[in-house]
């Protein structure tokens, strides 16, 4: 059973343009959502995370928005540098359990 | 301060064959995940410990795999006897409280594959 699903599968980029990253999770108990940034032949790392209390969170240039009625959360990438290219994972949380998102590749082009 | 270690971080064997990945967290983490990925998907938990105690076993395929983490420190995983299918990145993480929303700190994993 697939509790989050996470579109697009891949995501091209230019310099300087926005990347967003769309999450949809199914269980209500979810409690905890991050989204970590995976760079080939590395682990996954935590990028940012958000309570389902609030509806945004922006670190630097990443921002989480959250909208709990519709079981829906997003990661927004402003001013998308190349460096930025890799693989994001949302995640959902309850209790210390993390079912994560398939994955979204992004490719930011210089 | 030294990440969480994973060896080996590359292993190819035949089918039928066992094989063990090992891993020492972050010093301090009482919390340990052993993930599998495969590729094109994101980490599914195949089991969480609390120090000593397998809190979370539920998805581990308790027919051909198993796991320990004796002293509460490091952690085996090992496959026996290995199938096809089982070729992926077997990933290892911590954390410093389970059941509290801390971070997951991952290692680089290890690559298997399964002949």
């Known amino acids: 059973q697939q509790q989050v699903k996470q579109s697009p599968q891949s995501l091209i980029v230019q310099k300087g343009g926005i990347s967003i990253i769309n999450c949809a999770y199914e269980n209500t108990a979810f409690d905890y959502f991050p989204w970590y940034q995976q760079f080939p032949g590395k682990g996954p790392a935590l990028l940012i995370a958000?309570?389902?209390?609030?509806s945004e969170k922006k670190e630097g240039r990443f921002t989480i928005s959250f909208n709990k009625s519709a079981k829906q959360f997003s990661l927004h990438i402003m001013d998308s540098q190349p460096g930025d290219s890799a693989t994001y994972f949302c995640?959902?949380?309850?209790?210390?359990?993390?079912?994560f998102g398939d994955g979204t590749t992004l490719t930011v082009k210089p | 301060e030294a990440g969480v270690v994973q060896s080996p971080r590359y292993k190819i064997i035949e089918k039928k064959q066992p094989v063990a990945f090992w891993c020492n967290p972050i010093?301090?983490?009482?919390?340990l995940y052993w993930y599998l990925q495969n590729l094109g998907q994101g980490p599914e938990l195949l089991i969480r410990y609390e120090n000593e105690e397998a809190v979370d076993d539920s998805q581990l395929p308790k027919d051909r795999f198993s796991a320990e983490r004796l002293k509460g420190v490091d952690s085996t995983l090992k496959i026996q006897p290995a199938e096809l299918g089982d070729s992926a990145v077997y990933l290892c993480?911590?954390?410093?409280?389970?059941?509290?929303?801390?971070?997951?700190?991952f290692g680089p994993g290890t690559r298997l594959t399964v002949l």
């Open positions: 993480a911590s954390s410093s409280e389970g059941g509290k929303h801390n971070e997951q700190f």
């Open positions: 958000i309570r389902p209390d609030v």
């Open positions: 010093s301090g983490h009482n919390t």
């Open positions: 995640a959902a949380s309850y209790a210390g359990k993390s079912t």
